[in-house]
T-cell receptor, first 111, second 114 residues
């Protein structure tokens, strides 16, 4: 069945460091892929998305490219800030009525 | 802002009591979902709805029931709460007709079963 695997955390980085959070997926066909972010005490917020192979989603300095050949959708940011501290979730959907989430990666950015 | 509210936001209840959580949306979307979030498990789907009176089970539906009598409201009921149902519960909607089907989440309900 469909599934998402993302790197386990927690991840701790210094401010202005480069961030990569790995995400790979298993699905038939061509799912849509998403990254969500969850700040403490809040619900998940859509960070970025990609709907087809080679699409690059981007938002707030974060980027992820839909790689069909490696079934991956890694999240990157060139220079993290303290305000980026949160939990990040990778997700996929093929049908629009079923979504599959990774277990989340906690990021802490220290000044 | 996707116009999703959840009530209550926090609840403490005793084992064996019934509990109902409410999700309300203002945007008339067809799909609504209930998830629970637990450390080490991420988000797990409990039930979802694809229309008024149309619901289906998710991966962790045992011990939970749902109802949707109006487009805007999706209720989650724990018939007899157990300590294993202590969790944070999130409601989500999916924008039907959206090309990429992204979900939008409510703020969550923290439920503690003592």
């Amino acid at each position: 069945g469909d599934s998402v695997t993302q790197m386990e955390g927690p991840v701790t980085l210094s401010e202005e460091a480069f961030l990569t959070i790995n995400c790979t997926y298993t699905a038939t066909g061509y799912p849509s892929l998403f990254w969500y972010v969850q700040y403490p005490g809040e619900g998940l917020q859509l960070l970025l998305k990609a709907t087809k192979a080679d699409d690059k989603g981007s938002n707030k300095g974060f980027e992820a490219t839909y790689r069909k050949e490696t079934t991956s959708f890694h999240l990157e940011k060139g220079s993290v800030q303290v305000s980026d501290s949160a939990v990040y979730f990778c997700a996929l959907s093929r049908t629009g009525n079923q979504f599959y989430f990774g277990t989340g990666t906690s990021l802490t950015v220290i000044p | 802002d996707a116009g999703i509210t959840q009530s209550p936001r926090h609840k403490v209840t005793e084992t064996g009591t019934p509990v109902t959580l409410r999700c309300h949306q203002t945007e008339n979307h067809r799909y609504m979902y209930w998830y629970r979030q637990d450390p080490g498990h991420g988000l797990r789907l409990i039930h979802y709805s694809y229309g008024v009176k149309d619901t289906d089970k998710g991966e962790v539906s045992d011990g939970y029931s749902v109802s949707r009598s109006k487009t805007e409201d999706f209720l989650l009921t724990l018939e007899s709460a157990t300590s294993s149902q202590t969790s944070v519960y999130f409601c989500a909607i999916s924008r039907s007709g959206s090309e990429s089907y992204e979900q939008y989440f409510g703020p969550g309900t923290r439920l503690t079963v003592t």
